[in-house]
Each structure stands twice: as structure tokens, then as C-alpha cells.
T-cell receptor, first 112, second 117 residues
Framework: GQQVMQIPQYQHVQEGEDFTTYCNSS?????IQWYKQRPGGHPVFLIQ?????EVKKQKRLTFQFGEAKKNSSLHITATQTTDVGTYFC????????????FGQGTTLQVKP | GAVVSQHPSRVICKSGTSVKIECRSL??????MFWYRQFPKKSLMLMAT?????????EQGVEKDKFLINHASLTLSTLTVTSAHPEDSSFYIC?????????????FGPGTRLTVT
């Protein structure tokens, strides 16, 4: 079935350093969504990218959708301890039901 | 933003008993809800898609007779884990999307931690 690969699985950074997580698919995606799950919490929607080559920013977070719509990235500039959590990318499955296929997630730890 | 509630947040049950988990969309209508299972430090595994007024669609490998899903209204879906066993212990999360917006974001409930002893 359709899969979305996400790397790295874990990332430990010093506060103030940058962080990037990457998502890749073997098939062209209609769109890609990003979610954040804090420790002990549930996933919270961050953003959706739809257009080829699209770049969106939310404060220190920059989201990119590849030109071929097969990959995406989330970059955090100057991480803070509040950025701790697991970041998931998710793509809609090919079945047209609206269900999401989640990447494995990248867990970010930030050392103060 | 849209809010999804889930009840109970934690439940401990004995092996062989059944447990019902409720998922409610509080301020919007959801013709479709999704049930996920999440193991510690793992991703979300979609179990089934719950459709209001019709049968749920289960993902491959998910036993529909063990995980009963009912979506009786536009704001409520339930997941019943029947004859629970310790291997069913997990974090179950539901999500919902607004009716008529197939490719919109999903709003997640806070999850239910199930422990089967």
C-alpha cells in the first residue's frame, strides 16, 4: 500500500540550533499535511501544502512541498524547548476516502 | 478551532471483557471519523474509517469482529474492543474531519489509554 517515509526518527538538538525533518513518497501526492504531537498529547494540525514547490512559513517553522509533489520538509529555525514533540507528515491515501497515511514521525528533543 | 472529545481517557479492564470508547465532535458535524492505534514512540496506525449511517471500512489486518465501530450520528462514533486481551493494550485515538471537506485537516481527540490485565 501507499507509504510515506519520514526521517530522521529522532533528533536531539541544543536550544537555538535548527532542525529539519523530511518526508518522502514513491507516488505523487495530492497534498501533504503536518501535525505535531506533544509528549502525552494528541496530534495537532499544523499546515497543509497543496501546490508543487509550495513554501509556507509559520513564525520559525518553514514547510516545503517538492516540485514533483513526492517529498516535503519541515524546518525549525532556532529551536526552543517548546518545540519538543513528535512531528508527523501525513498524506491522503489513494482510495479517495479522505483517510491519512502518516509518516513514522520525527521526535525532537531540545536541550536547554 | 474544531474540538473532538474522547471518553474515557483511561480505562483498565480484565482480559475477556469489552470496552467502549466514544469519540465526539463538539462543534462541527463529522460524516467521517477515523480510529487510530498508537504504540509507545510509534506512529499512528489507521484502524478503520467510520462513516455515519453506514458500515465502517477496516484497514487490512484489523479484525472487524474484534473492533466494532458504530457511527450513529454526525457527532458520535464509538469503538468497542470486544473480548479484550493484553495485546490490545494501547493508545487509541480518534479523529474527525468536517462534513463535506474530504481533504481537509483532521481534528484529533485526546486519546484513550487502554490497559488490559
Amino acid at each position: 500500500g501507499q507509504q510515506v517515509m519520514q526521517i530522521p526518527q529522532y533528533q536531539h538538538v541544543q536550544e537555538g540550533e535548527d532542525f529539519t525533518t523530511y518526508c518522502n513518497s514513491s507516488t505523487t501526492l495530492s497534498n501533504i499535511q503536518w501535525y505535531k504531537q506533544r509528549p502525552g498529547g494528541h496530534p495537532v494540525f499544523l499546515i497543509q501544502l497543496v501546490k508543487s514547490g509550495e513554501v509556507k512559513k509559520q513564525k520559525r517553522l518553514t514547510f516545503q512541498f517538492g516540485e514533483a509533489k513526492k517529498n516535503s520538509s519541515l524546518h525549525i529555525t532556532a529551536t526552543q524547548t517548546t518545540d519538543v514533540g513528535t512531528y508527523f507528515c501525513a498524506a491522503h491515501g489513494s482510495s479517495n476516502t479522505g483517510k491519512l497515511i502518516f509518516g513514522q514521525g520525527t521526535t525532537l528533543q531540545v536541550k536547554p | 478551532g474544531a474540538v473532538v472529545s474522547q471518553h474515557p481517557s483511561r480505562v483498565i479492564c480484565k482480559s475477556g471483557t469489552s470496552v467502549k470508547i466514544e469519540c465526539r465532535s463538539l462543534d462541527f458535524q463529522a460524516t467521517t471519523m477515523f480510529w487510530y492505534r498508537q504504540f509507545p514512540k510509534k506512529s499512528l496506525m489507521l484502524m478503520a474509517t467510520s462513516n455515519e449511517g453506514s458500515k465502517a471500512t477496516y484497514e487490512q489486518g484489523v479484525e472487524k469482529d474484534k473492533f466494532l465501530i458504530n457511527h450513529a450520528s454526525l457527532t458520535l462514533s464509538t469503538l468497542t474492543v470486544t473480548s479484550a486481551h493484553p495485546e490490545d493494550s494501547s493508545f487509541y485515538i480518534c479523529s474527525a474531519r468536517e462534513a463535506g471537506r474530504r481533504y481537509s485537516e483532521q481534528y484529533f481527540g485526546p486519546g484513550t489509554r487502554l490497559t488490559v490485565t
